[in-house]
C-alpha cells in the first residue's frame, strides 16, 4: 500500500508540490523525482501467433506506440472499465450457416433418407460425372 510521508513543510517553504517532491518519501514507487513518479514495473509473457504481433507492431508504430505501451493502455483501460474494456459476445451464424447445421443434424437423426458413399473417390467420382 503506498504512504505519502507528511508532505506539509515542503509545501510551506516552497507553496509548490512539485518543486520539492524529491523531499517526500513515497513507499512502492523506485523513483520520485522533478515531479515524476515511476512505478515498480514487472515482466509479462505473453504467447502470441507471429503474424498477430507483427501486425499488432505494425499498428502500433502507425500509432506512435510500442508493444509495452499498448498493453500497458489496455491493461490500464481494464482495470478503469473493471472489466474487458470493449464488448465480448459470440458470432451468431447468419441464415445459411444456421440452415447448414440444421440439414445436418437432420442428417445425421435420419441416416436412411440421404445418400451415403463408401469412400471419398466414389463420392468425388459421381460429382465430376455431372460436372
Known amino acids: 500500500m503506498r504512504k505519502i510521508i507528511d508532505a506539509t513543510p515542503c509545501k510551506q517553504k516552497h507553496n509548490n508540490l512539485l518543486r520539492c517532491i524529491d523531499n517526500v518519501i513515497i513507499e512502492g514507487y523506485d523513483e520520485a523525482k522533478r515531479g515524476v513518479m515511476i512505478m515498480a514495473t514487472t515482466n509479462i509473457n505473453v504467447r502470441v ?9 505494425n499498428l502500433f508504430n502507425d500509432l506512435g506506440l510500442n508493444m509495452s505501451v499498448a498493453i500497458t493502455m489496455f491493461l490500464k483501460s481494464a482495470v478503469s472499465h473493471d472489466g474487458i474494456p470493449f464488448e465480448l ?19 445425421k437423426r435420419n441416416k436412411a433418407a440421404y445418400k451415403s458413399y463408401s469412400s471419398f473417390d466414389d463420392m468425388f467420382d459421381e460429382i465430376t460425372a455431372d460436372a
Open 89 to 107: 459476445k459470440r458470432q451468431t451464424p447468419n441464415a445459411d450457416t444456421i440452415a447448414a447445421l440444421a440439414e445436418y443434424e437432420e442428417m
Open 49 to 57: 501467433d507471429s503474424e498477430l504481433k507483427q501486425n499488432a507492431e
